[in-house]
């Protein structure tokens, strides 16, 4: 079963893109492939619990399995060693990551604190990388079990060739952005 912004997505954003970017296929107009939430954990070097909670809180959020990321070499002024966990992620596809989006931009960017809108800033192919500085904006979380405040970046990967097609992309799907481009 498709969520509602799949549907959304098929029915409403395909026909509009293909329309404002005049695309000869439906195949031309670009989709969403991935979301990715990433949070890293410097301080999990000293502390292994900040790990556990972190995997448990992605869990929660996402609804898919957290799985914890890990450094790929020694840093001796970080105290850090090869394969050690200092992160944790969750990549979400599909009807998870319409799920997601939706509860995104409709429960958890409007609890932000004076929220005025994201930055529009692309990568330069297409994909965006939206920073939140605090977990507890999201509902699952609960405020009074939380024992540190982490931040995390979620990454929209789009096949857009370009800032502008996935931009017009993230739009549509209702991504609060500061200023039209």
Not at 11 to 23: A, G, M, Q, S
Not at 117 to 137: F, V
């Amino acid at each position: 079963m498709a969520t509602t912004l799949g549907n959304d997505y098929k029915e409403r954003i395909v026909p509009e893109l293909k329309k404002e970017f005049n695309y000869s296929t439906v195949m031309q107009v670009p989709r969403l492939e991935k979301i990715v939430i990433n949070q890293g954990l410097g301080a999990a070097t000293q502390d292994k619990k900040l790990i556990e909670t972190a995997l448990n809180e992605l869990t929660a959020i996402t609804g898919q399995k957290a799985v914890p990321t890990l450094s790929k070499k020694d840093i001796s002024n970080f105290k850090l060693r090869k394969k050690m966990p200092i992160g944790a992620m969750v990549t979400l596809r599909k009807d998870k990551m319409y799920e997601f989006l939706e509860r995104l931009v409709k429960v958890a960017l409007p609890r932000i604190r004076d929220f005025k809108g994201i930055n529009s800033k692309l990568d330069g192919r297409g994909n965006y990388t939206l920073g939140i500085t605090e977990q507890i904006i999201f509902p699952e979380i609960n405020i009074d079990s939380v024992p540190k405040l982490q931040g995390m970046n979620i990454t929209f990967v789009t096949s857009a060739p370009t800032d502008e097609e996935g931009f017009a992309l993230l739009k549509k799907f209702g991504l609060p952005f500061k200023h039209e481009k």
